[in-house]
T-cell receptor, first 116, second 112 residues
């Protein structure tokens, strides 16, 4: 089975440019999560979706960040305009719907973003 | 304030020994606690989940304990191997939320 697929794996761009990160979750998964990982702050949840609907975006750092999930098999995280402090590894994860216990999350291999 | 603490310093142990990693939390009341493994350049991979009313969970060479009084989880790898070298993350799964709160992880290095 294909896991969570993220693209691009690496992105280097100049400050002020628009950056779009892409994610294809595991087929059949109801939840999709976007995280950011840095050495200083660890793995931070930015936003998550349930059945394509954004549920909690309280982790989105500011209005420069936006995320969409137009259908069950695709999501984007956009940064516009980008700043050097946005440099990090961005992960997408998906999971099945919650039952009697929370379900494990399945992560992609991330996008390493460098803003110069 | 709410905190999840994992030992930020790397844990170095010899092959064959038992590795024990600690996850402490304050001002959270998790329903579940999950452990993940992360290799360099890769995303975290789920290992084990333990519920708040479970004391211990085992899976092959892995064992997790969960003490809600001490607000602590211990993660053990018995008969450790160099292939176990990675960063291990704990994550709290809180009541009435769909999201996980991750610790910063502990890097484990198993040397021959």
């Amino acid at each position: 089975d294909a896991g969570v697929i993220q693209s691009p794996r690496h992105e280097v761009t100049e400050m002020g440019q628009e950056v779009t990160l892409r994610c294809k979750p595991i087929s059949g998964h109801d939840y999709l999560f976007w995280y950011r990982q840095t050495m200083m702050r660890g793995l931070e949840l930015l936003i998550y979706f349930n059945n394509n609907v954004p549920i909690d975006d309280s982790g989105m750092p500011e209005d420069r960040f936006s995320a969409k999930m137009p259908n069950a098999s695709f999501s984007t995280l956009k940064i516009q305009p980008s700043e050097p402090r946005d440099s990090a590894v961005y992960f997408c994860a998906s999971s099945l719907a919650l039952g009697q216990g929370n379900m494990p999350q399945h992560f992609g291999d991330g996008t390493r973003l460098s803003i110069l | 304030s709410q905190k999840i603490e994992q030992n930020s310093e790397a844990l170095n142990i010899q092959e064959g020994k038992t590795a024990t990693l600690t996850c402490n939390y304050t001002n959270y009341s998790p329903a579940y606690l999950q452990w993940y493994r992360q290799d360099p350049g890769r995303g975290p991979v789920f290992l084990l989940l333990i519920r708040e009313n479970e004391k211990e969970k085992r899976k092959e060479r892995l064992k997790v304990t969960f003490d809600t009084t001490l607000k602590q989880s211990l993660f053990h790898i018995t008969a450790s191997q160099p292939a176990d070298s990675a960063t291990y993350l704990c994550a709290l799964d809180l009541w009435n939320t769909d999201k996980l709160i991750f610790g910063t992880g502990t890097r484990l290095q198993v040397f021959p």
